[in-house]
């Protein structure tokens, strides 16, 4: 943390102090502390103007450059600290990464942040030391139809896994001298079949897959066989993820049929029947993610919204997203980091080629970054560093990072 940035955050923490209130425990979807006490405004107020003619109140007047504003309560000077500070780090300065002659379909950070991977319709994944910049290592894909569609880490990053319009889930190895590259074989019941989307279970035990059959299928890597195999929509499922980052329970599919469902790994057979349905979207979904608590995710439609869900109250989605462009291509979106941004932003990429940022809480679009000439259809914001990787069909991957701005402080009164 630079010494600014330091600076604003201790006044803020003396600021909440003294009006009682712990920063550290609020939950940054809803506003409220944990123990969802909700405070009495004609009483915060009141304890706000302990403030009033503190040295606490000078300097944050003095470091956010209030002079001129005495009828501003702290209160308020904070509110606009904050947004300010927050716009301050969202990355939105590019450098090129990469340029390759074919559209870049999937790019990721791994878990750490040490790795970063591109998949281009010229059939070759590539990885990346982030470290260093150097390429490490570079995958041909084999039986791809059109292009890669979709890849995964595992989480004890051994191993990758990609998809396209085959039968297979292809399984290669990350590390080590001896290359691994097995086509996993899910042996659908038509020719024209595609994993539109594949994720690593939790464990690293299990392949997740979301299918243009209508299908969910479970691979047990260790058997090396389809486990399950579950007729879970009435369309094309785009999208699969798992709820929560340590356990496989509680997964979650979104399909062109516009609704996502939850399922429950423990109780999946031929038959099995979801645990919830979400209804919104008034058109396919092309992505969902989760928060990592088991308890909100997100979906990306071609509805042109993205759309906030809380398991909790599957009856209606709690917030709604907008401004972006959803065509041609399952366009993916995401929560920010925890550790940088304590998850209260949502990104998404855009067929306009630009970079959404959106505030969690009010659903205001707070940067809107014009990063490439075509389609943005991956994005993918560093673990904990103030970076953005996007990856575009106009053949380049783009590194977004955050310029430091010199503060504008007013010396009049």
């Known amino acids: 943390m630079d010494s600014e940035l330091a600076r604003y955050t201790n006044l803020l923490r003396q600021y909440m102090a ?3 209130v712990d920063i550290s425990f609020r939950d940054p979807l809803t506003g409220n502390s944990q123990s969802d006490e909700e405070e009495d405004e004609a009483m915060l107020r009141s304890r706000v103007e302990k403030l009033e003619g503190t040295s606490i109140e ?12 005495k009828n501003k309560s702290p209160m308020d000077i904070l509110a606009e600290w904050t947004s300010q500070m927050a716009h301050r780090y969202i990355p939105d300065q590019p450098q090129l990464w990469a340029a390759y002659r074919n559209r870049i379909f999937c790019g990721k950070y791994s878990k750490q942040g040490d790795m970063f991977m591109s998949a281009s319709q010229d059939r070759m994944i590539r990885i990346y030391d982030t470290v260093t910049s150097e390429k490490v290592k570079v995958i041909q894909a084999r039986n791809i139809g059109w292009s890669i569609i979709d890849t995964d880490y595992s989480p004890d990053k051994r191993w990758l896994i990609y998809s396209s319009w085959s039968p297979y889930i292809h399984l290669c190895n990350i590390q080590g001298e001896i290359d691994t590259h ?3 074989d899910c042996y659908p019941e038509t020719d024209r079949f595609c994993l539109f989307s594949v994720k690593f279970s939790p464990d690293s035990r299990e392949i997740l897959g979301g299918s243009s059959d209508q299908h969910m299928y479970i691979y047990n890597l260790e058997r090396r066989e389809v486990e399950h195999k579950v007729l879970a929509h009435s369309n094309d499922i785009n999208t699969v993820t798992y709820m929560e980052e340590t ?3 509680i997964i979650i599919t979104g399909s062109d049929d516009q609704k996502c469902k939850v399922w429950d ?4 057979s031929e038959n099995a029947t979801p645990q919830a349905v979400m209804r919104g979207h008034f058109r396919g979904i092309t992505h969902v993610s ?3 608590d088991g308890r909100y995710f997100l979906s990306n439609g071609k509805d042109q919204t993205l759309r906030l869900w809380d398991l909790r109250n599957p009856a209606e989605n709690v917030s709604t997203y907008s401004g972006h462009t959803v065509a041609s291509t399952l366009i993916r979106a995401y929560f920010s980091p925890a550790h940088t941004t304590g998850q209260k932003y949502i990104y998404s990429g855009s067929h306009n080629g630009c970079i959404y940022v959106w505030d969690v809480l009010t ?4 940067k809107k970054i014009v990063a490439h000439s075509a389609t943005i259809r991956d994005v993918s914001w560093h673990p904990y560093e103030a970076t953005i990787m996007s990856t575009s069909w106009d053949t380049t991957v783009k590194k977004w990072t955050h310029k430091e701005r010199t503060a504008r402080v007013s010396s009049s009164e």
């Open 290 to 292: 989760s928060k990592g």
């Open 363 to 366: 659903g205001a679009v707070v």
């Open 265 to 268: 790994r423990r109780q999946l």
């Open 182 to 184: 097995e086509a996993l």
């Open 58 to 69: 000078e300097n944050i007047r003095a470091d956010t450059g209030h002079f001129l504003y």
């Open 247 to 249: 356990n496989g329970n």
């Open 18 to 20: 003294v009006i009682d």
